[in-house]
Every structure is written in C-alpha cells, then in structure tokens.
C-alpha cells in the first residue's frame, strides 16, 4: 500500500509543486506535528561529497539590465548565485549554509528556529581559488524549488564540485528568502501573490541570464573563463526542475537536463530532442499520478529516463533527507542518508553520462540500487 504523500524537512511539511496542488498549497511550508523536535548536541551538517576534489564557493551578485521583475515591476531583474567548483584549497573557512537572515525566514515558514537552518554546516571553503586540471570546467546550473532557498541544493552542488564540475546555484529573487550583499533580505513575494504560471517562464530567462554572465564576454565571475561553454547541464528541484525543462526549449546552449519531482507548469508544447531524466519521489512520480509527467514524457525525443525513488517523499532529494535523518526527524520510509546517496549517484551519474560521455551503471536497472523503479510508459 503507498502511502500518503508527505513532503517532510526536519519535521516538518514543505509544501509544494505535486500533481493536484493547489496554488495556496505550494506558497507555504507548514507544520506536521506540534510535537517538540528532540534535542540534539551537534550542528547539522551538509554530507561531505564524494569526488575526488576539494570544493570552494563564492558569491555572485547579477543584475539583468532592462529586464524587469515580474514580481517588483519598477525594478530590474537581479539574482545571487552560490558557485561551487573543484579547488586545491583545503584550508580556510567553510562557507555559511545561509545567511542568519535567510534562516530566520524561511525557518518561519517551517516552524523551525532559524539559528537551526542558519548553523548548518557545509564542506567548502569560502572564496577559494577554482582549480581546472583540463583548463576547463563543464558547467552545472541548478535551479531550487518553490520557497525554498539555494541553500537546500547545497550537497548536490557540492557533490558535482567535488567530481571536477563548476556548479551554478540559483537564487530566484523574490521566490524565497535571499540576502544581498548590501544587507537587504528579500522575502517570498511570489508566496504572497500565488501567481505560479509566472514563475518557470520568468526563471527560464533567469537560468539563461546566468548562462550569459558565466560564459559571454563580459562575464560577471572572475574565474568564468574556465567554463567550458560546450559543455552545460541545467537541472533542479520541484519548480526549479520545470524550469530547467522550459530552458532547454528555449536555449539550445543546454546540453541535458533534470527534474527532481517537479510538476511542469508552463509545459512547453514542442518535442526536445536532448537528454532529460526525470526523478520522482514514490507518491508523486508513478505515471498517471502527475499528468504533466506523462505527456513530458511523450514530447522528449531524445535519450530519457523516467525514475521513482522508493520510500521518498518530495524533498528527499535535496539536503532535506540527511539533515532530518540527522536530526532525529526524518519521516521518510527510506533513510535519508541513503536518500541522499541516490540523489548525488543520479544526478552526478547523469551529468557524467550526457558531458564527459561516461558509463554510468545507476542510470538502467541495477541490483546495487533497489530503491530506484524505472518507467516506460
């Protein structure tokens, strides 16, 4: 018997982007139980990745000249993005998970103190010097899920680093709390407004703006010039996976592209011809559960894959799991620890397989992974 959809960080319900959902039901993230989370000695920390690299991170700040906010009109676009990238540095401080700012925020969403988000530990050192043993570096560009800050894909983005990939973070201003480097902390107007059919349009330009600023000639990161522009993933979680689809319609720049459990709003009419994996938790990605599933299948002409997790509800495929496995909290039928070992082994495996032209065994049917159902409908 499956169970009931519960979408769970550290005790918590995020609610989100799932088949049936209502717009009110996505703009918030509320309590599942009142019972008091136990008490633990240690911060939560992000899992070390597993490459062979180690991994730094810095900050970009991007405005998008003359394109407005969708959200705040009167203003031009602007976004922070969190790059993370394979360095020889392994002393230094270790970057912030987010900003105290960001966590009291987004810890009101969840009903959670938000010194609890805000002292998570990460593996990267701040600012270090990126390192390119090829002269290049393929390109990551994630995209995070409705409300949630960038923050949650932290592990993914450190994982890609880790194997030799420079990783892109995107923080949607206005579609969850962010901190800028002028001190200002943007709030979620877009949980305010309810207005989802704007947001996987307005985030396609955003993914391939930060395309631009990472690889034209005018590129806002120093170190741009390593990315090799041939070579370019996008990908994300929830809405954030939508609209990694709704890019690569309109950007052939990206090469392959992922979803982890995201209804897709705003489904592009047209086939796409490159590669998409599509990864469901077990309640929302059977076939016939999301209908917008099944007919994004039906319209990718290229190399796919359609995958449920078992045992995973909607966000165990970002730092949700292993944080509430660490915290005594998760609610999940699978480990979160594993849950995160799936994620990482997918989504690098991916990446691996569609830029570096790589075997990549977790991809097909595998006895080491039995968590993992694949579909053809």
């Avoid at 039901?25 to 509320?30: N, R, V």
């Avoid at 989370?37 to 991170?57: I, Q």
């Avoid at 099944?294 to 165990?316: E, M």
């Amino acid at each position: 018997m499956r169970r009931q959809a519960k979408h769970v960080l550290l005790g918590a319900t995020a609610l989100a982007v799932t088949a049936g959902a209502t717009v009110a039901a996505i703009s918030t993230a509320q309590a599942e139980t009142t019972d008091p989370a136990p008490e633990t000695t240690a911060a939560l920390a992000v899992p070390a990745p597993g490459g062979e690299f180690a991994t730094g991170t810095t900050q970009l700040h991007l405005v998008d000249e003359g394109r407005p906010d969708v959200w705040v009109p009167e203003v031009d676009r602007e976004l922070m993005v969190s790059m993370w990238y394979p360095t020889a540095e392994t002393e230094g401080t270790t970057a912030p998970y987010m900003t105290p700012e960001e966590g009291d925020l987004f810890g009101a969403q969840l009903q959670l103190p938000g010194e609890v988000l805000a002292s998570v530990e990460t593996n990267s050192v701040l600012d270090a010097e990126p390192l390119a043993d090829d002269g290049t570096l393929p390109l990551v560009v994630l995209s995070p899920g409705f409300s949630f800050p960038r923050a949650t894909l932290t592990g993914m983005a450190e994982e890609l680093a880790s194997q030799g990939y420079a990783v892109a973070l995107v923080g949607h201003t206005y579609e969850a709390p962010i901190t800028f480097p002028d001190g200002r902390t943007t709030e979620c107007l877009a949980c305010v407004e309810q207005e989802v059919e704007k947001v996987v349009p307005q985030r396609a330009e955003d993914l391939s703006f930060v395309l631009d600023e990472l690889t034209g000639d005018d590129a806002s990161w120093e170190d741009a010039g390593i990315i090799d522009s041939q070579r370019i993933v996008v990908g994300g979680h929830s809405i954030g996976g939508a609209s990694s689809h709704r890019a690569m319609h309109e950007d052939e720049r990206f090469d392959a592209g992922f979803n982890l459990d995201g209804t897709f709003f705003a489904l592009d009419p047209h086939k796409l011809d490159r590669p998409f994996m599509m990864v469901g938790a077990e309640v929302h990605g059977q076939p016939g559960d999301d209908t917008t599933w099944d007919k994004a299948w039906k319209k990718l002409d290229g190399w796919k894959r359609w995958i449920t997790v078992d045992g995973t509800t909607h966000s165990s495929m970002t730092d949700f799991g292993p944080l509430g496995e660490q915290a005594g909290l998760n609610q999940d039928d699978l480990d979160g620890n594993r849950s995160n070992e799936i994620a990482r082994a997918l989504v690098t495996g991916f990446v691996d397989a569609h830029l570096r032209g790589d075997e990549a065994p977790v991809l097909d049917a595998n006895p080491d992974w039995p968590e993992l159902v694949f579909h053809n409908p």
